[in-house]
């Protein structure tokens, strides 16, 4: 009976990655991977029948497509009775698809389906800029998808924006975005955030060896910024919450006295 577990493999290299998932790849008939070169020739040391879904990605093509080809290559070989580990970068339920579709596919057809967590993106972030998103609560979208709906921004806490290095992308290739297309992101921002609030590019490491990236600018700059395929904007919020004195003095006239 085959079987799909997709694992999060975290984000530094060899650091990261969780006993559990270590052992379901080692044990794995076959390994699925859409990892960068050097995660994907460490997948090779754990089992040698890894494989690298990367080549499927195009310039031009267009990302659901891809998405598509990988969840057949992987449910292909679940059909074909073998224990078929999918090996994502950081967490495999964060911010990706496929993982989640797979495991979805796979158990309505019948099979054994699970994810095991790893370390995301989000959570280094928290370590690297010590923020703490209970403090003062923290939104996350992906970039393009808050340029293409409307979205209710709470400027009290913290935004996150992933993926921003492709932020207004129609054509949902692989295209590092354009001054127009981040411009039309500012023009949303601004009804928020003064042109002038404090905002960071973070690209955490992905190997002990290097530094992370934690790049401050004036919001209005972010047309001219280098970004990459692994850049997320942090936003710090832009006001003090305000206290809901309604509310506030519900509570005090049903708290008793003597609490
Ligand atoms: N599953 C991944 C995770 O757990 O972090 C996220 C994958 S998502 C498709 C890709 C986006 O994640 C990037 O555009 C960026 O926003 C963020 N990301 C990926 N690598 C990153 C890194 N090294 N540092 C900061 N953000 C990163």
């Not at 928020?192 to 690209?203: L, T």
């Not at 992905?206 to 700059?221: G, H, K, P, Y």
Request: aromatic share 10%.
């Amino acid at each position: 009976q085959g079987q799909i577990v997709c694992v999060g493999m975290g984000m530094i290299l060899g650091a990261h990655m969780a006993p559990r998932c270590r052992s379901y790849i080692e044990q794995a008939d076959i390994v699925y991977s859409s990892c960068h070169h050097l995660m994907q020739r460490w997948l090779e040391q754990l089992n040698i029948n890894s494989h690298s879904l990367q080549p499927l990605y195009g310039k031009y093509k267009d990302r659901r497509e891809t998405y598509a080809e990988m969840i057949e290559i992987m449910l292909a070989s679940v059909r074909a009775g073998k224990r078929v580990v999918g090996a994502f970068y950081g967490h495999p339920g964060v911010f990706a698809q496929v993982p989640h579709r797979v495991v979805k596919l796979a158990l309505e057809e019948g099979f054994d389906a699970h994810m095991e967590p790893g370390i995301s993106a989000e959570a280094c972030l928290y370590a690297e800029m010590n923020i703490d998103p209970g403090e003062l609560g923290c939104q996350h979208f992906e970039a393009s998808q808050f340029m293409f709906y409307q979205r209710i921004i709470d400027p009290y806490g913290y935004l996150v924006l992933w993926q921003i290095g492709l932020a207004g992308d129609l054509t949902l290739t692989s295209k590092i975005s354009t001054t127009p297309q981040r411009q039309l992101l500012l023009d949303k921002l601004f009804e928020y955030y003064p042109p002038d609030h404090q905002v960071a590019i973070y690209e955490s490491k992905t190997n002990v060896m290097e530094q992370s990236r934690i790049e401050w600018f004036a919001l209005r700059d972010l047309v001219d910024m280098p970004l990459t395929m692994i850049s997320t904007l942090v936003l710090p919020p832009a006001r003090q919450m305000p206290v809901d004195r309604d509310m506030m003095a519900s509570l005090h006239k049903i708290t008793p006295r003597n609490y």
